[in-house]
């Protein structure tokens, strides 16, 4: 893949992503995200696979595993999301943001799910570009950021929800002035 090939996916992702994230704020549901960013690096994992002059063993290889990590997330978070509506971790998310305890201090729920959206954009890239030398190192380096991603999948599916306000007590707050 040449330097312009990648540049075309890249800004081929990039508008994936934003039509994503504008679906996503108009349905209320961030979870696109979740879809998302496997079914991307998916697609980019498979247009390296095409773009690619030759088919050396660890291409083939690596193709393969991006598609089976990609095809287990996407099925994993749509199942979940039609079974369970959005994750609950947006909701946490969004309170925080209106707060301004984000990462960024942004208040703006809309920004911030921009920028976590694009996070996901450019890590991909950033992967692809990793792996477009077809090493063996490339498929060493896989490896842990999909044991990463799996932790994280088994802590959020035992993230609790946030806990509703407790009903306003007057009689304390009379007492309080």
């Not at 063993?57 to 089976?68: E, G, S």
């Amino acid at each position: 893949m040449d330097v312009a090939q990648l540049f075309f996916a890249g800004v081929a992702f990039f508008v994936y992503m934003t039509l994503l994230w504008w679906v996503g704020i108009k349905k209320g549901n961030a979870g696109l995200v979740d879809f998302g960013w496997p079914s991307g690096f998916t697609a980019l994992a498979l247009f390296n696979y095409w773009m690619a002059p030759q088919r050396h063993p660890a291409l083939v290889v690596l193709t393969v595993l991006y598609v089976i990590c990609g095809v287990r997330f996407m099925v994993g978070w749509i199942v979940r999301n039609v079974r369970d509506g959005e994750d609950r971790r947006w909701e946490y998310w969004r309170v925080l943001w209106r707060e301004g305890r984000g990462q960024l201090r942004i208040r703006s729920v809309a920004t911030n799910l921009f920028v976590f959206y694009h996070a996901q954009t450019f890590a991909t890239l950033a992967i692809l570009i990793a792996t477009i030398c077809f090493s063996l190192a490339s498929i060493i380096i896989f490896i842990p950021p999909s044991w990463v991603l799996e932790l994280f999948a088994l802590r959020l599916s035992r993230w609790p929800r946030p806990p509703p306000p407790p009903p306003l007590d007057v009689v304390p707050l009379f007492w309080s002035l």
